[in-house]
């Protein structure tokens, strides 16, 4: 199970939003590529990164940012306003290493199957769910779409990656919502990267256990908890080499 330490983007810093509420939202540090640093420091490979100027408004708006955190040596993983396959190619052009799709895979199924077809394994779809229902355009909207028949279409396409969040949990530090995360990964093919509610080591062996039963359930990200230092990026990757 692969960690993926997450810097969300907001005017240009690292901040974190309380279940993705705009009016809630914390600064943790005025250069996220700094904190990159510190990730790959610490040993990890991976970064997830969420532009949330870009999943409000449509267009991502934090570029540079972008681009120095791809510079630290870590491979990025980037979500927040690609909705288009020109954005997507400009993304990938910053370094990117693979590009999340949410609220337009939401939207056309053909939109995916274009991508999938000029950029393979380097799109994920990532499904953000309240009650079980997909959310969109930055979880300011709420779809009748289930996040479970989503997930199913978007394997079918060819999708190798979907970051299941949700939303319920997110920032809350309460734990992982386990039984959506294990429906999820049961549901499909792809493999499942859980998102939301990691708020200690605990948390993380408890999805590694449902990996042991669903071995696609193959990454978790980590945001709140490392900032609020409940856990270190550190032990997580001791305990990633471990399960």
């Known amino acids: 199970m692969t960690i993926y330490p997450a810097i969300d983007i907001k005017n240009g810093r690292a901040v974190r939003l309380l279940q993705g509420q705009a009016d809630q939202e914390t600064v943790y540090a005025n250069e996220p590529a700094e904190?990159?640093?510190?990730f790959r420091a610490a040993g990890s490979s991976w970064v997830h990164v969420v532009d949330l100027d870009g999943a409000f408004d449509g267009t991502p708006r934090n570029r540079e940012q972008i681009r120095a955190i791809a510079a630290s040596g870590l491979k990025v993983q980037l979500g927040g306003g690609q909705r288009t396959v020109e954005i997507v190619r400009e993304s990938l052009a910053l370094g990117v290493s693979r590009?999340?799709?949410?609220t337009r895979a939401?939207?056309?199924?053909?939109?995916?199957a274009e991508l999938i077809r000029e950029f393979g394994d380097k799109i994920a779809v990532?499904?953000?769910?309240?009650d079980g229902k997909v959310a969109v355009k930055g979880w300011v909207d709420t779809t009748d779409l289930e996040a479970l028949s989503m997930a199913k279409r978007m394997s079918d396409l060819g999708v190798a990656t979907i970051i299941y969040t949700d939303i319920g949990t997110d920032g809350m530090l309460t734990g992982p919502n386990l039984a959506a995360q294990e429906a999820m990964a049961s549901a499909v093919d792809a493999t499942i990267i859980a998102s939301g509610g990691v708020s200690q080591l605990a948390d993380v062996?408890?999805?590694a256990a449902i990996?042991?039963?669903r071995p696609n359930l193959?990454?978790?990200?980590?945001?709140?908890a490392i900032y609020e230092?409940?856990?270190?990026?550190e032990d997580l990757l001791k305990l990633q080499d471990r399960i």
């Open 35 to 38: 904190v990159a640093a510190r």
């Open 99 to 102: 590009v999340v799709i949410g």
């Open 106 to 112: 939401a939207e056309s199924e053909d939109f995916v």
């Open 126 to 130: 990532g499904i953000d769910a309240k």
């Open 205 to 207: 062996q408890a999805l």
């Open 211 to 213: 990996e042991k039963r």
């Open 218 to 224: 193959g990454g978790v990200i980590v945001g709140k």
């Open 229 to 233: 230092k409940r856990v270190s990026v």
